[in-house]
């Protein structure tokens, strides 16, 4: 079984981005639609760190940042971002993402 965690920081303020909610969302045996899996906010270090209320089986999962509930609808280009990843073995995986109002990143951490 994996576990997840993701860490969010905002590059214009150059802190972490907390508060932000975060959806985590399986993909469902039909490709196109997705089962609700968790919910949770970025604690003050931006972080969540076991967002899963359970360990994690292999499959397509995404992550949901609502960057305009962070941002109160103000900052920008991108209303949410959907990151979509597959878990494939038993790890922790870490999907840290840093914001700015036009542009993303991501990566598979550690």
């Known amino acids: 079984m994996s576990t997840l965690s993701t860490h969010v920081l905002d590059a214009v303020a150059g802190a972490p981005a907390a ?42 999962y995404r992550l949901v940042f609502d960057t305009d509930a962070f941002t109160d609808g103000e900052a920008g280009f991108y209303p949410e971002i959907s990151v979509v990843f597959r878990i494939t073995e038993k790890r922790h995986y870490h999907v840290p993402v840093l914001l700015s109002p036009f542009a993303y990143s991501t990566y598979r951490g550690s």
């Open 19 to 60: 508060g932000m909610p975060v959806a985590l969302d399986r993909r469902a045996a039909a490709a196109s639609d997705w089962c609700a899996v968790a919910r949770g906010a970025t604690d003050d270090d931006g972080r969540i760190g076991s967002l899963a209320p359970a360990p994690l089986e292999p499959g397509v």
